[in-house]
């Protein structure tokens, strides 16, 4: 088998896997699927009596939960998977699109966690700056933030000053 054959039935898998994920993600995040969940726990529960609440009656709802949740683990961190890279997309796609915003936050899902967390806090401080400010929104630069925090301050101050000697 040649590579390009490898990569197609690669390919066709990796495309039947996540129609199938999608589905099953969808389909087991109704209602419907919760109450037939639900009634499959009654009836094993009701054939407790039948079976003497054997070890083998134990034995078939501890194995089917057990195999059920462990496949669910992958189809649903596909579904989750594909749904995070599509936000993504459309969040970057709003950055590249709007004017006032600062391209260099396309890629920031690829830095480490500390990262991402002096980022964080970066931006509450210039939050806080906005709420001060009605106009510190179009910077993204603390610096420039707080340039425009002290001149509006100074403005302010200067101001005060001016009536008091009048």
Request: aromatic share 8%; charged share 25%.
């Amino acid at each position: 088998m040649n590579m390009k054959s490898k990569n197609k039935k690669a390919k066709t898998f990796s495309l039947f896997f996540d129609q199938m994920a999608t589905k099953v993600t969808k389909a087991s995040g109704k209602p419907a699927a919760f109450i037939i969940a639900c009634l499959l726990i009654i009836m094993w529960s009701i054939t407790g009596p039948v079976f003497h609440y054997s070890d083998t009656w134990q034995l078939v709802i501890n194995t089917s939960t057990t195999i059920i949740t462990f496949l669910m683990v992958f189809i649903i961190q596909q579904t989750q998977n594909k749904d995070t890279i599509a936000l993504q997309i459309k969040l970057n796609e709003l950055i590249a699109s709007s004017e006032l915003a600062s391209n260099r936050l396309v890629d920031i899902e690829d830095l480490t966690t500390e990262d991402l967390e002096m980022l964080k806090k970066f931006y509450i401080k210039l939050a806080t700056l906005a709420k001060k400010e009605s106009d510190i929104h179009t910077s993204h630069s603390l610096d420039e933030a707080e340039i425009m925090h002290a001149r509006k301050i100074k403005a302010s101050i200067e101001k005060t000053i001016k009536k008091r000697e009048h």
